[in-house]
């Protein structure tokens, strides 16, 4: 099972940008949607934004042209940059990636955005 390792939460003010990383510990992107969760307090886990296998992209629309998914196949890496920033972002963010029904998680990062 391919490991995945998240980094870059932080503390940010409202309006600002941060950049999560996920670093898977194999290749999978070739072969697996892989994408991003988060999860506020007292809030259930939301979808946030994949990308599948091929390339394909989406979105929740709460950060449709603020946030913006991305890899690099030869790092192993999934990013998800996060431009103007609000404090209804504020939750543990984590990565994912899909093998047929199983979804096998990354253990989060705290973003907190607060001024």
């Known amino acids: 099972q391919v490991q995945l390792v998240e980094s870059g939460g932080d503390l940010v003010q409202p309006g600002g940008s941060l950049r999560l990383s996920c670093a898977a510990s194999g290749s999978i992107f070739s072969g697996y949607t892989t994408g991003w969760y988060r999860q506020a307090p007292g809030k259930q886990r939301e979808l946030v934004a994949f990308?599948?296998?091929?390339?394909?992209?989406n979105y929740a629309n709460s950060v449709k042209g603020r946030f913006a998914i991305s890899r690099d196949n030869a790092k192993n890496t999934l990013y998800l940059q996060m431009n103007s920033l609000k404090p209804e972002d504020t939750a543990v963010y984590y990565c994912?990636?899909?093998?047929?029904?199983?979804?096998?998680w990354g253990q989060g990062t705290q973003v907190t955005v607060s001024s």
């Open positions: 994912y990636y899909t093998a047929g029904t199983t979804i096998n």
């Open positions: 990308i599948t296998a091929g390339g394909i992209t």
